[in-house]
């Protein structure tokens, strides 16, 4: 496999994971949204095949960035790290991009927070919620309403952070299973 440019690379990949993720959360999303219990269990399982399939695609496309690598140059911890954080970020600010198109523009960010808190209040009255609880649940739901809505730049900044946090430990991770170290002498045979 022929060694191709870093960013062309990490930016195709991570494109390719960004708008995976975005998928994913629409459909997060949408069942949440709902109300309906059902479908918000539903969600739960979406969130699961989501996190292992992005944790597959980091391993999978890291893994195909190592094999463009001669066994004799090796492929090191940075190199995966920086290609891993590369590809974080890229999916990262596709999904925060993406996360406020449907949030703020397909949807309505007032019609969002109103189903919102619909769907919460309803999963939280079917789940026995001691009484005790209620009124801080009614505070919290207040508030939301009353808070405003977020800006893109804001929305980014928190899909980077949070992926940033979940993706750096990630790819401490897979760097450190992906690194190989270099045979200037070729296969070492075990005698």
């Given at each position: 496999m022929v060694k191709s440019n870093f960013w062309n690379e990490a930016c195709k990949y991570g494109a390719?994971?960004?708008?995976?993720?975005?998928?994913?959360?629409?459909?997060?999303?949408?069942?949440?949204?709902?109300?309906k219990l059902p479908l918000m269990m539903a969600m739960a399982l979406v969130w699961v095949i989501a996190s292992v399939g992005y944790i597959v695609m980091l391993y999978y496309f890291t893994k195909r960035r190592r094999a463009a690598y001669a066994p004799e140059e090796g492929f090191s911890f940075g190199q995966g790290f920086g290609f891993l954080i590369a590809m974080v970020l890229l999916a990262a600010l596709i999904k925060g991009v993406i996360e406020f198109l449907y949030?703020?523009?397909?949807?309505?960010?007032?019609?969002?927070?109103?189903?919102?808190?619909?769907?919460?209040?309803?999963?939280?009255?079917?789940?026995?919620?001691?009484?005790s609880m209620e009124g801080f649940y009614a505070q919290t739901f207040e508030q939301m309403q009353s808070m405003p809505e977020p800006s893109i730049l804001a929305t980014v900044?928190?899909?980077?952070?949070?992926?940033?946090?979940?993706?750096?430990?990630?790819?401490?991770?897979?760097?450190?299973?992906?690194?190989?170290?270099?045979?200037?002498?070729?296969?070492?045979?075990?005698?």
């Open positions: 390719i994971i960004g708008l995976a993720m975005s998928v994913a959360y629409i459909i997060e999303q949408s069942f949440m949204l709902s109300g949030r703020s523009v397909l949807i309505g960010y007032s019609e969002y927070m109103d189903r919102y808190i619909n769907a919460m209040s309803q999963a939280i009255s079917g789940g026995g919620v001691p009484a900044w928190s899909a980077v952070f949070g992926n940033l946090l979940v993706g750096g430990l990630l790819s401490l991770i897979l760097a450190a299973v992906l690194a190989r170290a270099p045979r200037p002498f070729g296969p070492q045979s075990e005698e």
